[in-house]
Protein backbone atom coordinates (compact mmCIF):
# COMPACT_ATOMS: atom_id res chain seq x y z
CA UNK A 1 0.00 0.00 0.00
CA UNK A 2 1.92 3.72 -0.91
CA UNK A 3 1.93 6.27 1.45
CA UNK A 4 -0.97 8.47 0.98
CA UNK A 5 -3.73 5.63 0.92
CA UNK A 6 -5.98 3.90 3.20
CA UNK A 7 -7.68 0.12 2.46
CA UNK A 8 -11.91 -0.12 2.28
CA UNK A 9 -13.61 -3.35 1.27
CA UNK A 10 -10.69 -4.29 -1.43
CA UNK A 11 -10.13 -1.21 -2.73
CA UNK A 12 -6.91 1.82 -2.70
CA UNK A 13 -8.87 4.60 -1.52
CA UNK A 14 -6.48 7.95 -1.91
CA UNK A 15 -5.77 10.58 0.61
CA UNK A 16 -4.26 13.98 1.06
CA UNK A 17 -3.07 15.57 -2.16
CA UNK A 18 -3.84 12.19 -4.34
CA UNK A 19 -7.15 12.62 -3.53
CA UNK A 20 -7.96 16.23 -5.03
CA UNK A 21 -6.65 14.83 -8.50
CA UNK A 22 -8.49 11.55 -8.22
CA UNK A 23 -11.98 12.90 -9.70
CA UNK A 24 -12.64 11.14 -12.85
CA UNK A 25 -15.49 8.69 -12.14
CA UNK A 26 -15.57 5.36 -14.10
CA UNK A 27 -17.90 6.19 -16.66
CA UNK A 28 -15.96 9.88 -17.62
CA UNK A 29 -12.70 7.56 -17.71
CA UNK A 30 -14.63 4.61 -19.80
CA UNK A 31 -15.05 7.20 -22.58
CA UNK A 32 -12.34 8.79 -22.68
CA UNK A 33 -10.53 5.88 -23.38
CA UNK A 34 -12.83 5.23 -26.07
CA UNK A 35 -12.04 8.60 -27.47
CA UNK A 36 -8.36 8.10 -27.19
CA UNK A 37 -8.65 5.07 -29.66
CA UNK A 38 -10.87 6.91 -32.03
CA UNK A 39 -8.24 9.27 -33.50
CA UNK A 40 -7.91 9.61 -37.59
CA UNK A 41 -6.77 5.68 -37.46
CA UNK A 42 -10.51 4.68 -37.89
CA UNK A 43 -10.74 6.39 -41.34
CA UNK A 44 -9.10 4.31 -42.49
CA UNK A 45 -9.95 1.09 -41.70
CA UNK A 46 -11.98 -0.12 -44.44
CA UNK A 47 -9.04 0.55 -46.53
CA UNK A 48 -6.92 -1.70 -44.80
CA UNK A 49 -9.73 -4.01 -44.70
CA UNK A 50 -9.94 -4.73 -48.31
CA UNK A 51 -6.26 -5.21 -48.31
CA UNK A 52 -6.43 -8.07 -45.49
CA UNK A 53 -10.42 -9.13 -46.53
CA UNK A 54 -12.90 -9.17 -44.14
CA UNK A 55 -12.83 -12.20 -42.23
CA UNK A 56 -8.67 -11.97 -41.29
CA UNK A 57 -9.53 -8.51 -40.74
CA UNK A 58 -12.26 -9.25 -38.11
CA UNK A 59 -9.78 -11.57 -36.42
CA UNK A 60 -7.20 -9.15 -36.66
CA UNK A 61 -8.69 -6.38 -35.01
CA UNK A 62 -10.45 -8.38 -31.97
CA UNK A 63 -6.24 -9.60 -31.82
CA UNK A 64 -4.31 -6.29 -31.63
CA UNK A 65 -7.21 -4.91 -29.35
CA UNK A 66 -7.09 -7.63 -27.34
CA UNK A 67 -3.74 -7.42 -27.02
CA UNK A 68 -3.09 -3.51 -26.28
CA UNK A 69 -5.49 -3.89 -23.59
CA UNK A 70 -3.93 -6.60 -22.03
CA UNK A 71 -0.95 -3.98 -21.95
CA UNK A 72 -2.85 -1.65 -20.29
CA UNK A 73 -3.64 -3.62 -17.82
CA UNK A 74 0.28 -4.70 -17.07
CA UNK A 75 1.21 -1.36 -17.26
CA UNK A 76 -1.81 -0.12 -14.60
CA UNK A 77 -0.59 -2.87 -11.70
CA UNK A 78 2.53 -1.88 -12.36
CA UNK A 79 1.69 1.91 -12.08
CA UNK A 80 -0.09 0.81 -8.86
CA UNK A 81 2.68 -1.17 -7.47
CA UNK A 82 5.26 1.97 -8.07
CA UNK A 83 3.19 4.26 -7.67
CA UNK A 84 4.60 6.29 -11.05
CA UNK A 85 2.08 7.31 -12.84
CA UNK A 86 3.94 8.08 -16.57
CA UNK A 87 5.36 5.59 -18.87
CA UNK A 88 8.89 7.17 -18.46
CA UNK A 89 8.79 7.24 -15.38
CA UNK A 90 7.69 3.66 -15.19
CA UNK A 91 10.85 2.23 -17.24
CA UNK A 92 12.64 4.06 -15.21
CA UNK A 93 12.63 1.84 -12.16
CA UNK A 94 14.02 -0.78 -14.15
CA UNK A 95 17.20 -1.81 -12.23
CA UNK A 96 20.63 -0.38 -13.55
CA UNK A 97 21.80 1.45 -16.30
CA UNK A 98 18.80 0.34 -18.50
CA UNK A 99 16.34 2.12 -16.37
CA UNK A 100 17.41 5.58 -17.00
CA UNK A 101 18.23 4.70 -20.62
CA UNK A 102 14.42 3.31 -21.42
CA UNK A 103 13.12 6.41 -19.33
CA UNK A 104 15.14 8.83 -21.57
CA UNK A 105 14.25 6.66 -24.50
CA UNK A 106 10.52 6.60 -23.84
CA UNK A 107 10.06 10.47 -22.78
CA UNK A 108 12.06 11.46 -26.20
CA UNK A 109 9.77 8.78 -28.37
CA UNK A 110 6.36 10.01 -26.67
CA UNK A 111 7.39 13.71 -27.30
CA UNK A 112 8.56 13.41 -31.03
CA UNK A 113 5.26 11.00 -31.92
CA UNK A 114 2.68 12.30 -30.08
CA UNK A 115 3.89 15.78 -30.90
CA UNK A 116 3.94 15.37 -34.60
CA UNK A 117 0.30 13.72 -34.17
CA UNK A 118 -1.03 16.59 -32.79
CA UNK A 119 0.28 18.50 -35.56
CA UNK A 120 -1.33 16.58 -38.11
CA UNK A 121 -4.87 17.00 -35.96
CA UNK A 122 -4.10 20.78 -36.72
CA UNK A 123 -3.91 20.46 -39.96
CA UNK A 124 -6.88 18.12 -40.11
CA UNK A 125 -8.87 20.99 -38.32
CA UNK A 126 -7.22 23.54 -40.28
CA UNK A 127 -8.48 21.57 -43.49
CA UNK A 128 -12.07 21.29 -42.29
CA UNK A 129 -12.58 24.90 -41.87
CA UNK A 130 -11.23 26.15 -45.00
CA UNK A 131 -13.67 24.24 -46.63
CA UNK A 132 -16.47 26.58 -45.23
CA UNK A 133 -14.49 29.58 -44.99
CA UNK A 134 -12.23 29.21 -47.97
CA UNK A 135 -11.29 32.97 -47.49
CA UNK A 136 -9.83 31.86 -44.97
CA UNK A 137 -6.07 31.52 -45.09
CA UNK A 138 -4.29 28.13 -43.73
CA UNK A 139 -2.52 29.67 -40.93
CA UNK A 140 -5.46 31.85 -39.80
CA UNK A 141 -7.22 28.63 -39.66
CA UNK A 142 -4.73 26.84 -37.88
CA UNK A 143 -4.52 29.09 -35.29
CA UNK A 144 -8.83 28.94 -35.02
CA UNK A 145 -8.29 25.45 -33.82
CA UNK A 146 -5.25 26.05 -31.44
CA UNK A 147 -7.58 28.84 -29.86
CA UNK A 148 -10.25 25.75 -30.11
CA UNK A 149 -8.30 23.12 -28.20
CA UNK A 150 -6.31 25.36 -25.69
CA UNK A 151 -9.06 25.25 -23.21
CA UNK A 152 -9.47 21.68 -23.10
CA UNK A 153 -6.16 20.98 -22.76
CA UNK A 154 -6.00 22.71 -18.75
CA UNK A 155 -9.41 20.43 -17.96
CA UNK A 156 -8.87 17.09 -15.90
CA UNK A 157 -10.04 13.67 -16.65
CA UNK A 158 -13.26 14.20 -15.46
CA UNK A 159 -14.43 17.29 -17.46
CA UNK A 160 -12.89 15.46 -20.40
CA UNK A 161 -15.34 13.21 -20.39
CA UNK A 162 -17.91 16.02 -22.18
CA UNK A 163 -15.41 16.65 -25.37
CA UNK A 164 -15.41 12.83 -25.60
CA UNK A 165 -18.54 12.16 -25.29
CA UNK A 166 -18.65 14.40 -28.37
CA UNK A 167 -15.78 12.77 -30.32
CA UNK A 168 -17.92 9.75 -29.31
CA UNK A 169 -20.96 11.14 -31.09
CA UNK A 170 -19.00 11.99 -34.10
CA UNK A 171 -18.02 8.58 -34.97
CA UNK A 172 -21.21 6.72 -34.40
CA UNK A 173 -22.95 9.68 -36.69
CA UNK A 174 -20.03 8.71 -39.69
CA UNK A 175 -20.79 5.12 -39.14
CA UNK A 176 -24.87 5.74 -39.14
CA UNK A 177 -24.26 8.04 -42.22
CA UNK A 178 -22.45 4.40 -43.73
CA UNK A 179 -24.91 2.00 -42.53
CA UNK A 180 -28.02 4.28 -44.14
CA UNK A 181 -25.75 5.01 -47.53
CA UNK A 182 -25.03 0.69 -47.91
CA UNK A 183 -29.09 -0.06 -46.81
CA UNK A 184 -30.13 2.48 -49.42
CA UNK A 185 -28.03 0.85 -52.15
CA UNK A 186 -28.58 -2.69 -50.51
CA UNK A 187 -30.00 -3.54 -54.10
CA UNK A 188 -26.90 -2.99 -55.85
CA UNK A 189 -24.02 -5.96 -55.84
CA UNK A 190 -20.98 -5.73 -53.91
CA UNK A 191 -18.31 -4.55 -55.47
CA UNK A 192 -15.31 -6.75 -55.91
CA UNK A 193 -15.25 -7.64 -51.98
CA UNK A 194 -13.25 -10.98 -50.65
CA UNK A 195 -14.23 -12.71 -47.52
CA UNK A 196 -11.02 -14.98 -47.10
CA UNK A 197 -7.59 -14.32 -48.56
CA UNK A 198 -4.12 -14.15 -47.30
CA UNK A 199 -1.12 -11.41 -47.87
CA UNK A 200 0.98 -8.74 -47.30
CA UNK A 201 -2.32 -6.86 -46.58
CA UNK A 202 -3.05 -8.11 -43.23
CA UNK A 203 0.49 -6.47 -41.83
CA UNK A 204 -0.78 -3.01 -43.38
CA UNK A 205 -4.42 -3.86 -41.28
CA UNK A 206 -2.26 -4.49 -37.86
CA UNK A 207 -0.24 -1.21 -38.54
CA UNK A 208 -3.50 1.26 -39.04
CA UNK A 209 -5.36 -1.10 -36.00
CA UNK A 210 -2.03 -0.15 -34.21
CA UNK A 211 -1.90 3.42 -35.16
CA UNK A 212 -5.52 3.69 -33.44
CA UNK A 213 -5.35 1.59 -30.21
CA UNK A 214 -1.92 2.32 -29.00
CA UNK A 215 -2.87 4.33 -25.96
CA UNK A 216 -0.56 3.17 -23.29
CA UNK A 217 1.17 6.40 -23.17
CA UNK A 218 -2.44 7.96 -22.21
CA UNK A 219 -3.49 5.38 -19.85
CA UNK A 220 -1.50 6.07 -16.68
CA UNK A 221 -1.93 9.58 -16.57
CA UNK A 222 -5.72 8.85 -17.10
CA UNK A 223 -5.45 5.71 -14.26
CA UNK A 224 -4.23 8.56 -11.97
CA UNK A 225 -7.14 10.19 -12.23
CA UNK A 226 -9.89 7.50 -11.22
CA UNK A 227 -11.63 8.06 -7.93
CA UNK A 228 -11.37 5.42 -5.83
CA UNK A 229 -8.60 3.96 -8.06
CA UNK A 230 -7.22 0.44 -8.18
CA UNK A 231 -6.13 -1.58 -10.68
CA UNK A 232 -9.41 -4.03 -10.61
CA UNK A 233 -12.10 -0.52 -11.10
CA UNK A 234 -9.33 0.59 -14.13
CA UNK A 235 -9.82 -3.04 -15.44
CA UNK A 236 -13.72 -3.00 -15.36
CA UNK A 237 -13.70 0.95 -17.31
CA UNK A 238 -10.55 -0.73 -19.67
CA UNK A 239 -13.25 -3.80 -20.53
CA UNK A 240 -16.20 -1.79 -21.39
CA UNK A 241 -14.36 0.58 -23.76
CA UNK A 242 -12.80 -2.16 -25.68
CA UNK A 243 -15.78 -4.16 -26.03
CA UNK A 244 -17.02 -0.50 -27.65
CA UNK A 245 -14.45 0.16 -30.02
CA UNK A 246 -14.12 -3.50 -31.24
CA UNK A 247 -17.73 -3.51 -32.16
CA UNK A 248 -17.44 -0.37 -33.52
CA UNK A 249 -13.82 -0.95 -35.99
CA UNK A 250 -15.22 -3.82 -37.00
CA UNK A 251 -19.00 -2.69 -37.87
CA UNK A 252 -17.12 0.64 -39.89
CA UNK A 253 -14.61 -1.55 -41.68
CA UNK A 254 -16.89 -4.03 -42.88
CA UNK A 255 -20.09 -2.12 -43.76
CA UNK A 256 -17.47 0.36 -45.52
CA UNK A 257 -15.38 -2.26 -47.21
CA UNK A 258 -18.89 -4.22 -48.37
CA UNK A 259 -20.02 -0.71 -49.77
CA UNK A 260 -17.11 0.57 -51.53
CA UNK A 261 -15.04 -2.80 -52.34
CA UNK A 262 -11.35 -2.79 -52.93
CA UNK A 263 -11.65 0.67 -54.55
CA UNK A 264 -12.45 2.09 -51.22
CA UNK A 265 -10.01 4.72 -50.50
CA UNK A 266 -7.58 4.95 -47.56
CA UNK A 267 -9.79 8.29 -45.78
CA UNK A 268 -13.14 7.20 -45.83
CA UNK A 269 -14.53 10.54 -45.84
CA UNK A 270 -13.30 10.85 -49.14
CA UNK A 271 -16.09 8.24 -50.28
CA UNK A 272 -19.10 9.64 -48.40
CA UNK A 273 -21.61 10.89 -51.19
CA UNK A 274 -22.05 14.57 -51.86
CA UNK A 275 -24.54 16.79 -50.13
CA UNK A 276 -25.75 18.26 -46.77
CA UNK A 277 -25.12 14.89 -44.27
CA UNK A 278 -21.56 14.26 -46.03
CA UNK A 279 -20.41 17.54 -45.82
CA UNK A 280 -21.59 17.44 -42.04
CA UNK A 281 -19.74 13.75 -41.83
CA UNK A 282 -16.42 15.25 -42.86
CA UNK A 283 -16.71 18.43 -40.62
CA UNK A 284 -17.93 16.66 -37.51
CA UNK A 285 -15.01 14.21 -37.55
CA UNK A 286 -12.57 16.62 -38.41
CA UNK A 287 -13.81 18.67 -34.99
CA UNK A 288 -13.79 14.88 -33.41
CA UNK A 289 -9.86 15.08 -33.16
CA UNK A 290 -9.49 18.11 -31.09
CA UNK A 291 -11.37 15.78 -28.50
CA UNK A 292 -8.41 13.14 -28.64
CA UNK A 293 -6.00 15.99 -28.42
CA UNK A 294 -5.89 16.67 -24.63
CA UNK A 295 -5.84 13.09 -23.77
CA UNK A 296 -2.89 12.50 -26.29
CA UNK A 297 -1.19 15.75 -25.08
CA UNK A 298 -1.41 14.65 -21.17
CA UNK A 299 1.08 11.44 -22.29
CA UNK A 300 3.97 14.76 -22.59
CA UNK A 301 3.21 16.48 -19.99
CA UNK A 302 3.11 13.73 -17.30
CA UNK A 303 6.84 13.28 -16.98
CA UNK A 304 6.94 16.97 -16.50
CA UNK A 305 4.17 16.75 -13.52
CA UNK A 306 6.33 14.23 -12.01
CA UNK A 307 8.99 16.22 -11.95
CA UNK A 308 7.61 19.21 -11.03
CA UNK A 309 6.14 17.36 -7.71
CA UNK A 310 9.80 15.71 -7.34
CA UNK A 311 10.84 18.96 -6.92
CA UNK A 312 8.14 20.47 -4.26
CA UNK A 313 8.68 17.29 -2.68
CA UNK A 314 12.22 17.84 -1.76
CA UNK A 315 11.66 21.69 -0.75
Known amino acids: ????????????????????IATASPLALTANLITATLGCGILSLPWATAGASLLPAVGLTLLVLSINAGTNLILVFA????????????????????????????????????FLCLVGYLIVVADALTQFLPDVPRPSAVMMGCAVVLPLCFLDQQHLAFSSSLTIGANVYVFTILMVYFVSNREEPVHECCILGFGHGSMTMVSVLMQAAVVQMCVLPMYEQLERRSPLRFAKCLGVSFCFVSMLFIAFSCVA???????????????????????????????????????????????????????????
Open 1 to 20: MGLGEEYDGGHFVQCGQDAQ
Open 79 to 114: AERHQVFDLGGLLGRLRGRWGKLAKATCEVTIWLTV
Open 257 to 315: YLMFGRHVKSNILLDLPPGPSGTLARAVMAMAVLGVYPLLLSSMVAPLKRREEASSTEI
